[in-house]
């Protein structure tokens, strides 16, 4: 969610969810006077009387605002609140930019995988703060409490969030907004001009999702059939990995790397710490044992994740 504020001389806010073909679009979008909580709230809560109170996002990303951080928490109770990586690093940057071992660790901080690790990075820089008005600040906006809002670790239990980390997309589709509109344009017309945009932006979903079901291919799919079964963007993810892992133990390339697979199917590439499906390192040693090596039990586990992260939308 994030907020466009150069239309109109108003604001116009916008919520996007990405669809199972990995297309952004537009859920929702409303028009406000100004950044204000009760004006988030009364908005928020007008999108859910016309869902029939039935939309129960289970997170919202935004780009660090406590005004909609507020009315969030106060109209969607169940839904996480995170925040934007690349906010949170530029924030950082105008605070403690002139003092590179600070804003080293909480970068740190941000990206880290666990709640340990973070939490230590904190503790590094609040103990190498050079004064007190800078550890203060530390203390207050990015205290070892808050940090499941701004960290990286409370994220790696869902594949979409774990993957998705800015609002990026929300900042191009404003981008595109402004193109179509312009400020001499009083509110109804660049309403007019939006349901356009929003009008194009589906029906190039459509095509995206008309174009994958029928391109499909399995070709990777004929030595582990499992992944057929996930949905499009789990199984593009993993076709390359099994091509690439045939292509290494034909030619033999497999045994000049370090092998990084470990005994419990995981692995510390960068493949499988981004996405959590078994990567190619995983499948050339799985192929090595005559295909003993994953278990069933394994591709349930796989199966699961990637069914419940399509379901999970912004």
């Given at each position: 969610m994030d907020a466009c504020g150069s239309l109109a001389n108003i604001y116009l806010v916008t919520l996007l969810f990405r669809d199972g073909?990995?297309?952004?679009?537009?859920?929702?979008?409303?028009?406000?006077s100004k950044e204000h909580g009760d004006l988030y709230v009364q908005a928020l809560k007008t999108l859910q009387d016309w869902t029939g109170q039935r939309w129960h996002p289970s997170a919202f990303l935004i780009h660090g605002s406590s005004i909609e951080a507020r009315a969030i928490g106060q109209c969607f109770h169940s839904s996480r609140i995170l925040r934007?990586?690349?906010?949170?690093?530029?924030?950082?940057?105008?605070?403690?930019?002139?003092?590179?071992?600070?804003?080293?660790?909480?970068?740190?901080a941000i990206f880290a995988e666990?709640?340990?690790?973070?939490?230590?990075?904190?503790?590094?820089?609040l103990e190498k703060c050079p004064y007190a008005e800078l550890r203060r600040y530390v203390?207050?906006?990015?205290?070892?409490?808050?940090?499941?809002?701004?960290?990286?670790?409370?994220?790696?239990?869902?594949?979409?969030?774990?993957?998705?980390?800015?609002i990026n997309a929300c900042e191009s589709y404003h981008s595109l907004v402004r193109q179509c509109t312009n400020r001499r344009m009083d509110m109804k017309e660049c309403t007019v001009?939006?349901?356009?945009?929003?009008?194009?932006?589906?029906d190039s979903a459509c095509e995206v999702h008309l174009e994958n079901e029928s391109r499909i291919t399995r070709a990777a799919f004929h030595v582990y059939p499992e992944p057929a079964s996930w949905t499009l963007p789990y199984?593009?993810?993993v076709s390359p990995e099994i091509t690439m892992a045939e292509r290494m133990i034909a030619d033999g390339s497999w045994r000049f790397q370090w092998f990084q697979a470990q005994s419990d199917c995981t692995c510390c590439c960068k493949f499988f710490r981004t996405n959590r499906?078994?990567?190619?390192h995983i499948f050339v040693k799985d192929l090595n044992s005559n295909k003993s090596w994953l278990t069933q039990?394994?591709?349930?586990?796989?199966?699961?994740?990637?069914?419940?992260?399509?379901?999970e939308n912004l």
């Open positions: 073909f990995r297309c952004w679009l537009p859920a929702a979008q409303f028009w406000i934007c990586t690349r906010h949170s690093t530029q924030t950082l940057k105008s605070k403690l930019s002139h003092i590179d071992d600070l804003m080293y660790l909480m970068e740190r666990t709640q340990a690790e973070c939490h230590r990075y904190i503790q590094e820089c203390l207050t906006a990015w205290n070892v409490e808050s940090s499941h809002i701004w960290s990286l670790h409370s994220r790696l239990d869902t594949p979409i969030l774990r993957e998705i980390t800015t001009q939006i349901i356009q945009l929003i009008g194009r932006r589906y199984q593009r993810l499906l078994p990567c190619k039990t394994n591709w349930d586990r796989w199966a699961m994740m990637t069914a419940n992260g399509a379901k």
